[in-house]
């Protein structure tokens, strides 16, 4: 049986506590629907997230986090558990504004063992920064 809306929020925020290193991007859960097996999560802008000194824009790398754990959050909260990475691709499209970043999650399948997630980044303004395709195991 399917969660609601509120349990699962509640299961994206654990899971966006859990890990120690999410301690240090601060990843805020702003949505997540069960039913269509999407999440969204929110990341603030901070200097020590800059891909250059005196640029206000994310690193690339603090992105590719954002699209994994988000796609990683969507199927957890979809099975109830973790589910760990098996694949992850990345297409960067353009410089964030250095606002915030919005990843929405969107689970394509849930299977046996394997679970495919697609993840689109946008910023303060909307613009599609980068897309992920992910690969999580549900085994």
């Known amino acids: 049986m399917t ?3 509120s349990t699962a929020l ?3 925020r654990e899971e966006m506590e859990r890990p120690p290193f999410h301690s240090v991007l601060r990843p805020q859960a702003v ?3 069960p039913i269509s097996g999407t999440v969204t999560i929110a990341l603030s802008y901070r200097d020590e997230l800059a891909r250059a000194p005196n640029e206000k824009s994310f690193h ?4 590719a986090t954002l ?4 796609g990683h ?4 909260v979809k099975i109830g558990k973790m589910a760990p ?3 992850l691709r990345i297409d960067y499209l353009r410089p964030s504004d250095g606002e915030n970043l919005i990843a929405r999650a969107r689970l394509l399948k849930a299977g046996r063992t394997v679970a495919r997630v697609d993840i689109d980044i946008t910023d303060t303004q909307g613009r599609l920064v980068a ?3 992910g690969s999580f195991s549900t085994a």
Do not use: E, K, S, W
């Open 3 to 5: 969660a609601d809306r």
């Open 10 to 12: 509640a299961r994206l």
């Open 31 to 33: 949505d997540a629907d």
């Open 60 to 63: 690339g790398g603090v992105i």
């Open 67 to 70: 699209i994994d754990l988000a």
């Open 73 to 76: 959050a969507a199927v957890a």
């Open 85 to 87: 990475t098996i694949d």
């Open 131 to 133: 897309v992920g395709r």
